[in-house]
C-alpha cells in the first residue's frame, strides 16, 4: 500500500504561481507512475500530468507550457510548478500513484484545494 499526502495549494491571483507537493511513503518500490489530478466543482475528475519511473512525463493541453511535474527520490516527494495560473484552474488536486501490474492509479491523496482568483 501507498500513502500520499499533498501540500501546497491555496488562494492565487490569476497570472500567478504555486507548487504542490506529494510525500509519498509505504511500497514505494512498487510505483512505476504518479500523476496529478484535479476536480472542479461540477467536473470530471481529469488528468493533469503524470511522470514515470523512467522520467517520462505527460500533460493534458490545457496545461502544457504553464504546468511541470517533478519528483525527487531522495525526498519521496513529487511536484507540480504551476505558473500562469487561470481561474479555470481553480479545483481540488489529488496527487496519484499507479502500482506495477495495475492498469490505473490506484492509490490517492486527500486532495488540496488550488483557488485561483482576483
Known amino acids: 500500500q501507498v500513502q500520499l499526502v499533498e501540500s501546497g495549494g491555496g488562494l492565487v491571483q490569476p497570472g500567478g504561481s504555486l507548487r504542490l507537493s506529494c510525500a509519498v511513503s509505504g511500497s514505494i518500490f512498487s510505483i512505476d507512475a504518479m500523476a496529478w489530478y484535479r476536480q472542479a466543482p461540477g467536473k470530471q475528475r481529469e488528468l493533469v500530468a503524470s511522470?514515470?519511473?523512467?522520467?517520462?512525463?505527460n500533460y493534458v493541453d490545457s496545461v502544457k507550457g504553464r504546468f511541470t511535474i517533478s519528483r525527487d527520490n531522495a525526498k519521496n516527494t513529487v511536484y507540480l510548478q504551476m505558473n500562469s495560473l487561470k481561474p479555470e484552474d481553480t479545483a481540488v488536486y489529488y496527487c496519484a500513484a499507479r502500482q506495477e501490474g495495475r492498469l490505473g492509479y490506484n492509490n490517492w491523496g486527500q486532495g488540496t484545494q488550488v483557488t485561483v482568483s482576483s
Open positions: 511522470i514515470t519511473t523512467g522520467g517520462s512525463t
